[in-house]
């Protein structure tokens, strides 16, 4: 039989077992696994009561996110409507509203807005699958 080691001996080895395998793993995306996708659908909201959504877009998520721009830009207006902000801050703002929608796309592959949704029409099991058969190239 082995000898048995002291618990705090077993969680050292254990956590360098994880952190050495995480450090041979090669790298797919930074922001998320659904920034590798780049088939996205942007749907919106037409009758509340029933959640029924009409196709808007299709394509990658800054195409998605471009058709959307009039329900982006509605949505800033209104939550900024009382600060007279300047030309340039409102752009900004805008700018800044579509990043944390992307980010959260990356993350999640999917986003709700106010009557409109984004979503990646690649779920995460077929991007991992995808990774696993090579179809994308780590990061260097």
Excluded at 46 to 53: L, N, P
């Amino acid at each position: 039989m082995g000898r048995k080691r002291p618990l705090t001996e077993v969680i050292q080895l254990n956590s360098k077992r994880q952190n050495n395998s995480k450090k041979n793993k090669p790298i797919y995306y930074r922001e998320g696994i659904f920034e590798l996708s780049d088939h996205w659908e942007a749907w919106v909201l037409v009758d509340a009561k029933e959640s029924d959504y009409d196709f808007l877009e299709e394509g990658t998520l800054d195409e998605c996110l471009f058709a959307l721009t009039n329900f982006i830009s509605f949505e800033v207006t209104s939550k900024f409507l009382r600060h007279n902000l300047e030309p340039e801050e409102w752009s900004r703002k805008q700018q800044e509203r579509r990043e944390e929608i992307k980010q959260e796309c990356y993350c999640q592959g999917r986003y709700e807005g106010r009557g409109w949704v984004i979503e990646s029409v690649v779920d995460k099991l077929g991007l991992e699958s995808m990774i696993e058969e090579g179809f994308f190239e780590p990061i260097q």
